[in-house]
């Protein structure tokens, strides 16, 4: 284990001992864009030092399958995908940190890539242009409760509960589109499938579904975490004139006893060009709403700094920083933007790794699964059928 100092720092004189949140996280999509093993590994030095302690993988997208496992077809057809080996050490090395890798396994929607390999179990989605390249289809949905579906994601349970270091999994389960009734149909044949594989393994897995999946079943309702999620580029704030957070079950969620887990996902969002991550104010305001909103409800106990789309995560790491600052001590009011993003700023050029990376651990720019050239598309990761 690697001794790392916490490097933590806010805005106040006065300190806690202990962090609010104690689940205090930042994402890596490698579902819709490629990240070398080793700029992971530099991300993960980096949030270490800020205070974080979990880091979302995202290992599926419609875009890319970024993980080559042993036991089904998935990211056989890309060059860039991870072996299980590399994604072992990457867990090794990352717990090594102090931070604890949770693979985020898209269990129903956004499979697009899956269909490439299974396309008997695939379908639905969107066409979606994009200039000079083609069309690529969005959020299509594995066959919900299919046999077949289950067959595939056991298959991937089996390869991630053999090395994970914590009891978190995440399901995925957002922006599917398909009648509720069908969703909470797989909801429930999913966590007897998870229970089943984590049996086999001597283990409890902890799932995590996106708020907007169908209520978690009674018999599960203590040990799902819910994670909602609104990010600093939507139009409603965080609270209850925000529809879709109504919709997400957050005025039940943040009602006094209950008993359901909650994570909140914060940030950045982004769109489906290159370079369109939210700016900087508003993922700082997003995020320092979300941590005071949870702040006496004692249910909420992690916070998400998410990442989306493309692969510069030095691009997120103030979001990260600001989201390790909040996730420890939530302000009581909005901090002034520039004195949060100086404080940033400041403890990010102290790190070495974020000051002057190594430019063997830099990735070529990516984005939605496609190669960047002059900050314009170029070519697609994978050849389109």
Known sequence: MHIVEVAYYAGTSSQPQQPRYPWRGFMIDSGRSPNSLSKMKRIVRICSQLGLNFCVFREGDDELCAVRYRTNRLGSEDPYALTMDQVEEFVDYADSYGVKVVPEIESLGHSTAKGRYYPDIVSGGFEHPYEGIGVHVRKSHLAPADPRSYELLESIYEEWFQIIRSPLVHLGLDEVRLPVEQQAEHLEGLLELVDRVATRHNKQITPIVWADAPKTPVKWRDRVIRCLWAYGDDKMRVGYQNPYLIKQGLRELSEAGCTEKVFMAAGSGSGHTPYSKTDY????????????????????????????????????????????????????????????????????????????????????????????????????????R
Do not use: T
Not at 296 to 311: M, T, Y
Not at 336 to 365: C, T
Not at 373 to 384: L, N, P, S, Y
């Open 281 to 384: 104010e508003h993922a700082f305001l997003n995020l320092a709403e979300w941590a005071m909103w949870g702040k006496d409800k004692p249910n909420f106990i992690g916070l998400l700094a998410v990442q989306w789309s493309g692969n510069m995560l030095d691009d997120w790491l103030p979001d990260f920083a600001c989201a390790a600052d909040y996730g420890w001590n939530p302000p009581s009011e909005i901090p002034p933007f520039e004195e949060q993003m100086a404080r940033v700023r400041e403890k990010l050029m102290q790190i070495e790794d974020a000051a002057n990376p190594d430019p063997a651990e830099v990735d070529p720019p990516a984005w939605d699964g496609i190669w960047l050239k002059d900050g314009k598309w170029f070519e697609d990761i994978i050849a389109r």
